[in-house]
């Protein structure tokens, strides 16, 4: 398995988790783990960001991983 191909399915699974903090979040009637959760998906999405900064990095210095 390549680099590239390892990120997107990181990516796929983390943007699969933040789903369903998302979910968790919503349904929560607690006001301190409402925030919890949106801590969570803050820095889930800065995670996401930077992993796909990175996976824009890997295709432009190996153009055959680009789309696989």
């Known amino acids: 398995m390549t680099v590239a191909s390892q990120v997107k399915k990181t990516l796929a699974t983390l943007k699969g988790n933040q789903g369903t903090l998302r979910l968790y979040e919503m349904q929560t009637r607690d006001e301190e783990t409402r925030l919890i959760y949106n801590e969570a998906l803050e820095a889930t999405g ?23």
């Open 46 to 68: 800065i995670i996401i960001d930077d992993l796909e900064k990175r996976l824009q990095i890997l295709e432009q210095q190996e153009p055959q991983y680009k789309g696989n």
